[in-house]
């Protein structure tokens, strides 16, 4: 859980983890070619859920949490980018999104620096 996200980071609920599965199966569908942003995720996966007599309800925050639950612990290639998310098996295209996410934990640092400047 994030300090000042815990409404948005908390961990998997009972009902996420059952849905994971399914996150998962539909993550495999898009390639490199064929991309689908987050926004569309949520949208799809709320109409097959609300179809199948799930409670349960997506959000993109909540979708971030499953995506990376699945990439921590190591379920699926999962690849952002700009043009939505995608699975690879290209061990280019993987190291790069490790770099990616290698330079977003740095800036992130930055930040951290640049505030405790102010304690």
């Given at each position: 859980?994030?300090?000042?996200?815990?409404?948005?980071?908390?961990?998997?609920?009972?009902?996420?983890?059952?849905i994971?599965?399914?996150?998962?199966?539909?993550?495999?569908?898009?390639?490199k070619?064929?991309?689908?942003?987050?926004?569309?995720?949520?949208?799809r996966?709320?109409?097959?859920?609300?179809?199948?007599?799930?409670?349960?309800?997506?959000?993109?925050?909540?979708?971030?949490?499953?995506?990376?639950?699945?990439?921590?612990?190591?379920?699926?290639?999962?690849?952002?980018?700009?043009?939505?998310?995608f699975?690879?098996?290209?061990?280019?295209t993987?190291?790069?999104?490790?770099i990616?996410?290698?330079?977003?934990?740095?800036?992130?640092?930055?930040?951290?620096?640049?505030l405790?400047?102010?304690?």
């Amino acid at each position: 859980m994030i300090t000042n996200f815990e409404q948005y980071t908390h961990e998997l609920s009972a009902e996420e983890m059952e849905i994971l599965q399914l996150v998962i199966h539909g993550f495999r569908g898009y390639k490199k070619t064929n991309p689908i942003k987050a926004e569309l995720i949520v949208k799809r996966m709320n109409v097959f859920l609300e179809n199948n007599g799930y409670k349960i309800r997506l959000t993109q925050p909540r979708l971030r949490k499953l995506v990376n639950y699945i990439r921590s612990n190591g379920l699926l290639p999962l690849i952002a980018t700009s043009n939505g998310y995608f699975t690879s098996d290209c061990k280019l295209t993987i190291q790069q999104q490790i770099i990616s996410l290698q330079e977003r934990a740095n800036s992130i640092e930055n930040a951290v620096q640049g505030l405790k400047k102010f304690l």
